[in-house]
Every structure is written in C-alpha cells, then in structure tokens.
C-alpha cells in the first residue's frame, strides 16, 4: 500500500480469485470453467471482428442486447451487458445500497458480495444458512435494502425454486432483489419469467459457465427497465465502451448457438451426477447441487489436506479456509476424462 491511498480503502480486504496457474498443466477444477471450447461460429466471429479492433465498440451493445433479449422474451430495454458479471454486482451494490445503505446475503456465498459491500462501506448483514447448507427464504423478506442470493449458491451448488425467490421479491416491495444466476443453466431454474411482473428483480447471468467464455468477460442482467437505466447511468458515468467489440461478437453469436451450449450443459450435469455417485461411493458426502460444481467431504481426509494432496498430483480444485466449510472442497465438473483422473486420484491418495 502507498501513502497515497486515502483512508477509505486502506482496510479493504480484496477478493482473491481462484488460482490461475500459468506454470504447470493441472487438471483444472477450480474456478467453474466449461471444459468445452467454444462453437466453432463463436470463433469465427472472434476472428472476424478482430480485423475492426481498431474502431470502437457500440456503448449502446445494440446487437448484443438484441439477442439475448430474444432468446429470453424481453425488450433490449431490459437488458444491460457488461465486463463479466462482477461488473453488474459491483454496480448493483453501488447504485442500491451504496455509503451507509443496506445488504443482505448468505454467510456463505460468493465471497465478492462482502468485498463489495466493504467497498462501498454499507451495512451489510449475512444471513447463516441452515444446518444443511440450504438458505431458508423466509429469512430475506421484509428487509430493509438490497437482497443479494446466488441461486444456485455457491459454492454449496444447492437451489431455490422461482416461488421460493418471488416470495423475497414480493416481500421486499421497496428494495432491490439481486438474483445472481451465473450457475442456473446447469439444472437450476430462472427467475427471469418474473421480472415482467416485479420492477424490483434484478436478474445477473455470466457466459463465463454455460456459454464456454469466461477468458472474453461477458455479464448480463434482465430486469424491468428502471433498473437497467440505473446501471446504464453508472456504466456511462465510468466506462461507456465497457464490453469489447470481440466479446460483442462472441456474444451474439453464442445466442446463435444456444442449442450447442445448452447439450453442453447436459453433458455436464451427467457428468456431475456420475461423479457425485463415485465419490459417494467413496464415503464422501455431496451437496446436491445444480451447478456446474460439487461441493463435498470426506471422513477420512480433512478438506485442507485433500485440496493439497490433489494439486501435488497434478489435479486443482477449490478449497475454502473458513469456519463452517473448511472440511469441504469445490470441484468444478470437467470432462468425463478429467472427473476420471479427479476420482482415481482421491482414490489413490485415500488409499496411501
Ligand atoms: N457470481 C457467482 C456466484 C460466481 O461464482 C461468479 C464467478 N466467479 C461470478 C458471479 C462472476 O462471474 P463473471 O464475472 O466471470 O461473469
């Protein structure tokens, strides 16, 4: 830290990002990427936009704006895109709870919401999940400011339904309910449909899971229009041209494309099902998840020891050092091939 840094963010404590690792190949399980590429147009609009990199990008992401709206039934109007969906919860938490505002979410969840929170210096509250890992609904209504759930939550994978969330939505007629949906792809379901109905719901989703694009940082939220003029006048207010030509691109074209993704999703949810068996058959417990990760433990290995045990082996996965989940480890679903070596692995280290 320098000198300069004025006094209120000199205790900020930053998120720290799952690890990147730019040395070694490990089978890579650690941060919810898709294991499978993109589709081949996806490329091919990467490669043709690239020879306009020199222009720049449409503020208004018309085009892209366009598609998705398509794909999901609403008017460009109710759509914002942007740099990654952190973007969008970075300005959500500025624009709805803000110095001084409210925020509640999980004890346990994406751990960014606190690193925003703090950011902003709001008074957020987190709420504990229950004894299973499971958030109990009824503990969101009626508050005083911005509710913020990942739904699926992460890391635990574990889902709420669309009555669950419109019951919050409709408890909290005042303030914003933020409904962070990076994972629901994977089996979970939208609230999306409720968002005609409730001017209060924002709805945040990610290319980074489904749509095989984490490395070209694409976000997007679904809500009623005041809300997407909301953030519109802090994205103008900060970056105008936040999302690049290529990502534009990309994305429209990964719209294109929507079957392809989603048999990619059901690849994966296959994969996770078969891998959550093997492991339990290996006495670990698994959150039943719906994301496109799994969330357990062994008895017979602390999580700790298990995460470095894997990476000495070549295979990286997530391990949170806090109080209530310090036993458990996030595992991304790779590849059949990949979840293979994950399993023979833990099988191997269980063994020694
Ligand atoms: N929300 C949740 C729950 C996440 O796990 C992530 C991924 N780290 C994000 C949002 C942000 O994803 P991105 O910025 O890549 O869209």
Redesign the pocket.
């Known amino acids: 830290m320098s000198r300069y840094l004025i006094e209120a963010y000199q205790a900020l404590e930053a998120y720290v990002p799952g690890e990147q690792p730019q040395d070694m190949q490990y089978v890579k399980l650690n941060t ?1 990427e898709s294991p499978y590429p993109p589709s081949p147009a996806v490329l091919n609009a990467a490669a043709e936009e690239a020879g306009r990199l020199q222009l720049y990008s449409d503020p208004a992401c018309a085009a892209l704006r366009d598609a998705i709206a398509g794909l999901y039934g609403v008017r460009r109007e109710n759509v914002y895109v942007s740099n ?3 973007d969008i ?1 970075n300005f959500a938490f500025m624009a709805f709870a803000g110095k001084g505002g409210r925020a509640y979410f999980p004890d346990i969840s ?1 751990g960014f919401y606190k690193v925003f929170g703090d950011l902003y210096g709001c008074a957020y509250e987190t709420i504990p999940l229950e004894q299973d890992f499971r958030i109990d609904p009824s503990k969101y209504h009626h508050r005083d400011g911005l509710v913020v759930i ?1 739904n699926p939550n ?1 890391p635990t994978g574990i889902a709420l339904s669309v009555e669950e969330i419109e019951g919050i939505v409709r408890a909290n007629p005042d303030h914003v309910v933020l409904i ?1 949906e ?2 629901v792809d994977f089996g979970a379901e939208s609230c999306v449909g409720l968002t005609a109905k409730y001017d209060n719901l924002l709805v945040v989703q ?1 290319y ?1 899971k489904s749509r095989s694009m ?1 490395g070209a ?1 694409l ?1 997007f939220a679904i809500a009623a229009e005041g809300l997407i003029a909301d953030l519109d006048r802090i994205k103008y207010s900060t970056n105008p041209y936040n999302v690049n030509r290529m990502t534009l691109a990309t994305g429209v074209a990964a719209i294109a494309d929507n079957d392809f993704y989603m048999a990619n999703c059901l690849r994966i949810e296959a994969t996770r099902a078969k891998t959550s068996a093997r492991l339990e058959t290996l006495d670990f417990e698994v959150l039943p998840s719906k994301a496109n990760f799994i969330f357990a433990k062994s008895d017979r290995i602390g999580g700790g020891a298990l995460y470095q045990e894997l990476k000495k082996r070549g295979v990286l996965v997530r391990h949170f050092d806090s109080p209530r989940i310090r036993d458990y480890n996030r595992i991304t679903i790779g590849t059949p091939e990949q979840m293979d070596v994950l399993v023979n692995t833990i099988q191997s280290i269980l063994g020694a």
């Open positions: 919810n990654g969906s952190d919860l994406y990942a992460a962070d990076a994972y990610t980074s984490a940082r976000g």
